[in-house]
Structures are given as structure tokens and as C-alpha cells.
């Protein structure tokens, strides 16, 4: 049985500093640096005007791992001195190995998600890397992630090699799906996240936190897939999130 643990759903602790809504803010379209890419730019008015689509830095969402794309497009998105969103775009699932999103970033960075990222399933990946993670936001303030897509954490092969399945193996460290770690005034939002190999999602010496429309599940049979963690974070807000184990479907039927 997964243990999903159900955090309350409001925390409200005294504000500390006021959290800006960064979306109400304009900003100029110019972007320094050198830049091999072009740049699109999105008229819709909650997305930062220049997008970073992983695309055009070398993403394909065909099955292969698309890691290194992500890695370049994050160096560019981060070192931007205006305002970016880092686009994945709708209707591709692509592959990443263990990630690292590393700030402090220059300007104010957006990563919306709007199609699918999923986790390799090739634990060899995490070799020589540490186990407790597979996306890291590290030290990001004014971070902002959404967009309505799914963050997949792949999991079925971490959890047969659980100690709680095989217990004839020792225990070990696996994944938590999403760590957001030394981030100040940051808000996650309207995110599907299902099948971590451990914990889905937690948040490590944050403050100004705003999560919400979170929806996380995992199969009733995931050992220790739990929800949310909080440590050592201030003032953090979890509202409207469904935490839940769900049974699998049953098979589809022959057409
Ligand atoms: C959390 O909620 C309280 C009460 O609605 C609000 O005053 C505060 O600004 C919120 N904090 C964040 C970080 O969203």
C-alpha cells in the first residue's frame, strides 16, 4: 500500500515578504546574451513574452532522451537578463534522466509545462548522481512552474526494486519526482504528477510558497509514493491539491 501522506490544505503563516504576481508586471521583450536560437515571442498575457521552447534546442518528445536539450534551454532561460517562460510544449511526452533546474537565475524565469515529461526508467541513470532526485529546482527565486501538463516519474522499476516489494534487497534512496530546494517566493501551480518512484513532490528551505491545483496519484500498489513534503520552508500555501492512490485500469479492450 502506498502511504500518500495528505498535508492540510491551507498552511497560512504570517507573510513575510509580499508575494508578487509576476505576471502583472511588463517587461521588454529583448533578450542578451548570445543566442543561437531564435526566439518566439507569446502575445498571452500570464506567460513572460520571450519563450525558450525546448524544441529548438534539440528536444523531440519521440521517445529518446531529451535531456540535454533541456539542459541547454535552461542555461539560456536562466543566464536571460528579461524575464523568460521555458516552454514545453503541448502534446509530446519527453524523456529525462535525473535534471538539475540550477538558479539563482538573472531574471524572472516561467517553465511551463503543457505536455508531458517523463522520467528514464533506466536506473543506471542515477549512477554516480544522487538517488533522492530526479527534477531539482535549486536556488530559484521568483520561480513560477505550470502549465496544465503531467509530470510522469515512470516508476514501476523502482518500486519492484523496493525493499518494501523484494525484501530480501536492502533498502535504498530513490527519487522524489519534483524538488524545489532554496527557492524564495514560488508558485506551482495546475501540474499532474503520477508514479514518482518515491515522494511526488517537496519543497526544502523555500519560503513565499504557493502550491496549488496540484493533482498526484499513484497506483494503490506503489510503495511509499507519498504526496507532498514540506521542511524547513516558510509560509507556504497548498490549496485545491488532490493527493490520491488510485487503482489501476482494468485492461482496454480489443477493438
Ligand atoms: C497564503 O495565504 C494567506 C491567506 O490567504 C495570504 O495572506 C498569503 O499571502 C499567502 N501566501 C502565499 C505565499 O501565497
Redesign the pocket.
Known amino acids: 500500500m502506498a502511504l500518500l501522506k495528505l498535508i492540510p490544505l ?4 504570517l ?1 513575510l515578504v ?2 508578487n504576481d509576476l505576471s502583472l508586471h511588463s517587461y521588454g521583450i529583448r533578450i542578451e546574451g548570445v543566442m543561437k536560437h531564435s526566439i518566439d515571442y507569446d502575445s498571452s498575457s500570464s506567460y513572460n513574452k520571450a519563450v525558450i521552447d525546448v524544441e529548438d534546442y534539440g528536444a523531440k518528445g519521440d521517445g529518446r532522451d531529451d535531456s540535454e536539450a533541456f539542459e541547454k534551454a535552461w542555461g539560456v532561460a536562466c543566464s536571460s537578463s528579461q524575464p523568460v517562460t521555458f516552454m514545453v510544449a503541448n502534446d509530446k511526452k519527453y524523456k529525462l534522466k535525473p535534471l538539475t533546474f540550477q538558479g539563482p537565475c538573472k531574471s524572472n524565469v516561467k517553465v511551463m509545462i503543457e505536455g508531458s515529461i517523463e522520467a528514464s526508467s533506466d536506473q543506471s541513470d542515477w549512477d554516480g548522481k544522487d538517488e533522492r532526485h530526479w527534477l531539482l529546482f535549486d536556488e530559484i527565486n521568483d520561480l513560477e512552474v505550470g502549465g496544465g501538463g503531467t509530470i510522469d516519474g515512470n516508476g514501476n522499476i523502482w518500486w519492484q526494486n523496493s525493499c518494501k516489494i523484494k525484501t530480501s534487497l536492502p533498502c535504498r534512496d530513490a527519487p522524489t519526482a519534483m524538488t524545489f530546494s532554496n527557492c524564495k ?3 506551482v501551480e495546475d501540474l499532474s504528477i503520477r508514479n514518482s518512484q518515491q515522494i511526488h513532490v517537496s519543497f526544502e528551505s523555500c ?4 502550491a496549488s491545483q496540484l493533482s498526484i496519484s499513484s497506483p494503490e500498489s506503489s510503495p511509499n509514493t507519498d504526496g507532498i513534503h514540506v521542511t524547513g520552508t516558510q ?3 497548498i ?1 485545491n491539491c488532490a493527493i490520491q492512490t488510485v487503482t489501476p485500469q482494468p485492461q482496454n479492450r480489443a477493438r
Open positions: 491551507t498552511f497560512s503563516f507573510m509580499a508575494f517566493n514560488l508558485k519560503s513565499n510558497v504557493h509560509n507556504i500555501n490549496t
